[in-house]
């Protein structure tokens, strides 16, 4: 009913950039926070940025000020840029939405499938 398709991971060594992208798709009929997490080996998975729908973001200590979120609402997308990317940043990265569509009418939480980032020491 409804996707989140995540893209724009991979390798890079530290010091360097990545910007994910997570685009929705589907019955949609509004959209509520976005947000990435991060989830490491042997790690719990965790919040890493959150945006409203009227962009009001908020990000822990580990990546403020070296992670930035976005979104285009438009286009039901939501972005992630990484500077200054750290060897810790090491995880699969997931896309979450919530989503309320035309036939349900109340929020519901989707995620993506995630999308590996590796940083090299």
């Known amino acids: 009913q409804v996707q989140l398709v995540e893209s724009g991971g991979g390798l890079v060594q530290a010091g360097g950039s990545l910007r994910l992208s997570c685009a929705a798709s589907g019955n949609i009929l509004s959209i509520n926070v976005m947000g990435w997490y991060r989830q490491a080996p042997g790690k719990q998975r965790e919040l890493v940025a959150a945006?409203?729908?009227?962009?009001?973001?908020s990000y822990p200590d580990s990546v403020k000020d070296r992670f930035t979120i976005s979104r285009d609402n438009a286009k039901n997308t939501v972005y992630l840029q990484m500077n200054s990317l750290k060897p810790e940043d090491t995880a699969v990265y997931y896309c979450?939405?919530?989503?309320?569509?035309?036939?349900?009418?109340?929020?519901?939480?989707?995620w993506g499938q995630g999308t590996q980032v590796t940083v090299s020491s």
């Open positions: 979450n939405a919530a989503v309320t569509t035309f036939r349900q009418r109340y929020e519901v939480d989707y």
């Open positions: 945006i409203t729908r009227g962009g009001s973001t």
